[in-house]
């Protein structure tokens, strides 16, 4: 297999904690989001969408999706599970990721994108370009907030955001909500089950990565 990752982006970070829950070592190419690599014909050649991460597996199938990549890996390595045992769980999970991409990794990209001078004609992720609205960007910050709530809500009630135990649903969640530090977003003082459940995650090996 063939893994494309970037190391200062969240999506590419996802796809890399799931690799490093199940124990695997593939090989790795990182590819610069700063410098454009993606963008360039080389990459293209792989994921004309543009987009990172990338898995090639072994039967020469490119996957370029959080979900896919999960899916398959799940299935090849299926221990430890992390996308459910039961079909309740495996619900449950697709169901929290969801949530986590909507309600957290959205909107962090919003207000990002439609904010930073880097981003000024690429507010949206891909081969074409498109210039950024500074309401978006507003919006963005507000749905963060909520979305920390909606957390607080859910963790007081349940160990992880899923189920039982650590889950993909887990990893996205951490990710998006680590990555909104760079729209000056954190976890709110008081927000307890939150911060105790981000620091739990965050001392896991495959957080390190």
């Not at 370029?64 to 090849?76: K, P, S």
Request: aromatic share 8%; with cysteine.
């Amino acid at each position: 297999m063939l893994f494309y990752d970037c190391s200062t982006a969240p999506n590419p970070r996802r796809a890399r904690m799931f690799i490093g829950e199940k124990g695997l070592t593939i090989e790795t190419r990182d590819i610069s989001i700063a410098k454009g690599e993606q963008l360039l014909p080389a990459f293209k050649a792989v994921n004309p969408r543009a987009t990172i991460p990338v898995l090639v597996t072994d039967e020469g199938t490119i996957l370029t999706e959080n979900l896919g990549i999960a899916a398959y890996l799940e299935a090849q390595f299926p221990e430890p599970p992390l996308m459910g045992r039961t079909a309740d769980e495996k619900g449950l999970v697709m169901m929290w990721n969801a949530i986590a991409e909507q309600q957290g990794g959205m909107p962090v990209a919003e207000a990002l994108r439609n904010s930073h001078p880097a981003f000024a004609d690429r507010a949206i992720p891909g081969p074409s370009n498109y210039a950024q609205i500074p309401e978006l960007a507003q919006r963005g910050l507000d749905r963060i907030g909520r979305f920390f709530d909606l957390l607080e809500e859910r963790l007081s009630d349940s160990p992880y955001i899923a189920c039982d135990h650590f889950t993909l649903a887990d990893i996205s969640t951490f990710v998006f909500v680590d990555f909104a530090r760079v729209v000056k977003m954190r976890v709110p003082e008081g927000h307890a089950a939150t911060q105790a459940w981000y620091e739990a995650i965050k001392a896991r090996p495959s957080a390190q990565k």
